[in-house]
């Protein structure tokens, strides 16, 4: 393949591009992309299949009505709810329109979270994660760094990319709090929907009560969607109003229209979904640790960080992976804050996982001559075992259910929190 693909740009290639460069018939297994791989199941893609001709032929509705759907689905109120074609569309109009001076943002972080409003001139304050932290977030420290800097805007990611850290919700709220007087707070929940920590964890209905949050949402990665490119903002009505005025009328595509007209009839499917990204979290993290050298960070996200071994390095693995393995990761060399002795690793079924760790020995035994191995215990035990995928099973983590649909949170979680923080 031509490795050129892999190398253009701050992102990583897509799956077209290295699938053209791999050629017809290649096997690609992708732990570079964050994507849930239980979801949509294949009945609901024998429906979009069966419904194909129609959903590329005529016009969507316009993106307040597919909106006014969604919502009614998850339960929140269309008022307060602005849908765009993925959240990075968002990120862009939120950085034209609310951004005016100046942003902090915690690093390493998704990378158009400072890209974009670097390129429109935004002065970008950047709090630095450290490595001997585990990438956790001091929320104390982080406003001290925005009051020290005078940021007008101030970003949280929950579960925050790459390292998958997850803040409690009720740290959230206090941080948003404490910061009631800046133009504008964003808690990027991108990735929410994977936390097994707590049932409720998102902060987006009390976005809608607050005068200066927004709360964003991308539905790609947790439907397993990313080529639909939807997602969606919380915040309250004039804030979610004056984002969804600036969004062209017909912004979504059929193929999305579809996909949130079907996702309330296979809402059971999707949080078993969730249980089995779970699970499968744990299965990853155990056999990461096999590897001799490689440091593993706690995660509540669909992916895990890792740190490779000393004389190990990110790029040639990455190459190495994709050329002889046909493995695809996330060398994190070009995020800011990062190195490229960190790779990010996407929660996959147990198979995948297998080839993934069989391709990392591989590197290591090319690199060390040989000395770098499994014990043979470990193998028998990682090999060729089944994980038993019904809800009861003893290795099945049980994940919050039901809680994309909850309208309100219980009256006594709101008990204190207009003085908190103040």
Known sequence: MDLNVLRQGAHSASYFALARSMGEGASIVDFCIPCNPYFPTQEMFDRLSADLQNI????????GTITNKLCSVLGLHPQTVAMANGSTELITWIDHLLINSSIAIP??????????????????????????????????EYVRFIRARGSRVAVLCNPNNPDGNYLPRREVLRFVDELDDLDLVVVDESFVDFVDAERYPSVGPDAAIRPNVIVLKSLGKNYGLHGIRFGYLVANPALAAKVGKALPKWNLNSLAEAVVHMISDHEAEYHDSLRLLSRDRRHLTEELSRVPGLTIFPSQANFVLVKLPVGWHGVELRDYLISRHGVYIRECGNKLGMSSQFVRL????RDDVDRLVDGMLSYGRYLHGGMLELADSDRERGLGAELSASEGGADLIMHPASRSTITHIPAERYTGLAAVGR
């Not at 590329?56 to 993106?63: E, I």
């Not at 972080?109 to 977030?137: A, C, H, I, S, Y």
């Not at 996407?346 to 079924?349: E, I, Q």
Request: avoid cysteine; aromatic fraction near 14%.
């Open 107 to 140: 690093i390493p972080t998704f990378g158009r979270w400072t890209d974009q409003p670097l390129e429109t001139g935004k002065r970008v304050d950047m709090f630095l994660l450290q490595e001997r932290d585990n990438f956790t977030l001091d929320l104390e």
């Open 346 to 349: 996407v929660v996959r079924p």
């Open 56 to 63: 590329l032929k005529y016009y969507p509705s316009d993106s």
